[in-house]
């Protein structure tokens, strides 16, 4: 009885022995699997943007009467790539022409001063109306001496008088024109005409310049991504409506939505890990380029770029439950098999700290930012 009861308790202490040594290995290995260093990363969605891109709009309202590119065609900067109607332009632009033609015509007389042709012919009009002038002085004299011999009427007299003033401001007439032009055009005449020319000149190059801007060029070298070019012949535009887009795809950035955490712990050389779900999840590397210096919200990373203001606020989500994000961008080395607007997933690495200390990081936030917020 005695040795089956010593024989218990020496089992019992064995198996006390082997739980504590068990308990305290897996306690050992929490530790120092707690310990083990962690890289801290921030996670988000990505997608792939071409290196540059510019929207080409119209300039001015009009028919689009041609399309010189397709999608996929490659375009040089200062490309055409197309033409609005310009009739109403180019009317304008002839009638300011013919305009100018006649004003030029004018100044040149004006500068060039009258023909000797034309101040002999005014000297002979001159002298003419100074004769007819002494015939009626001599007439109304004669009259004058009748009426007072009572052989002339008074309408006699009147009417001699009548023929002679009238006689004297045709003289005075064709000396003030003699004048006129023996001394030519006065300076302020020719001033007033330049400056009509001047302004008639102003509308002519407006208009000829409305008439370059239905030549719609592209503002970049790439290539032209915007399906249907062709059909939009025959549409009406208005003025900043985008026409198309081209795209400079020599190298492409990777543009990650991460949460507003990376304001403050992404830099720029940051390493980032990127796997698209069209290479079946294969990693890419790269470093951090650049870091937003605002944040946006989720709606507005989907917005495409070239929008202009309006059309972000038309193609914007209005939930407003849309997180903030901040925008990252690295660049990818040079790889056939991208193309843009592939979307995926990135970690951009941030530091190196220890398990246990990523585990209580949540813990931590919570107790110092909203626990902070509660407390009176």
Known sequence: MGTKTLSGQVRGGGHWVLRWTVRLLVLLGLGVCLALPYEREVVGECRLVPLSQRGVRAPLAGEILAVEV??????????????????????????????????????????????????????????????????????????RGLAEADAATEEEL???????DATVHLVASAQENLAKLEEGA????????????????????YNRQLIDLTRIHSPIQGKVVT????????????????????QDNSSLEVEIAADEAAA??????????????????ELLTAEVRSVALATSDESEIEVHPIR?????????????????????????????????????????????????????????????????????
């Open 70 to 143: 397709r999608e996929g065609d490659a375009v040089e900067a200062g490309s055409l790539i197309a033409t609005l109607d310009d009739r109403e332009v180019a009317a304008e632009l002839a009638t300011a022409n013919a305009e100018l033609d006649r004003l030029r015509a004018e100044l040149d007389l004006l500068e060039a001063g009258p023909r000797p042709e034309e101040v002999a012919v005014a000297r002979e009009q001159l002298a003419l109306w100074q004769v007819r002038l002494d015939h009626y002085e001599r007439e109304l004299s004669r009259v």
């Open 158 to 164: 009147s009417s001699a008088q009548v023929s002679r």
């Open 186 to 205: 006065r300076e302020e005449e020719v001033r007033a005409k330049r400056a009509e020319i001047a302004r008639v000149q102003a509308r002519a190059d």
């Open 227 to 246: 399906p249907f070019m062709v059909e939009r012949i025959g549409q009406v535009v208005e003025a900043g409506e985008l026409i198309a887009l081209v």
């Open 264 to 281: 403050a712990l992404v830099s720029t050389g940051n390493p980032v890990k990127v796997r698209l779900f069209s290479l079946d999840g």
């Open 308 to 376: 202009s203001d309006r059309e972000r606020q038309l193609e914007r989500s209005k939930s407003p439950t849309d997180e903030h994000l901040v925008r990252v961008y690295c660049t990818l080395p040079r790889d056939h098999r991208l193309a843009p607007g592939m979307t995926g997933y990135a970690r951009i690495v941030v530091d190196s700290s220890q398990l246990w200390r990523e585990l209580l990081r949540p813990i931590e936030r919570f107790l110092f930012t909203d626990v902070w917020s509660w407390m009176p």
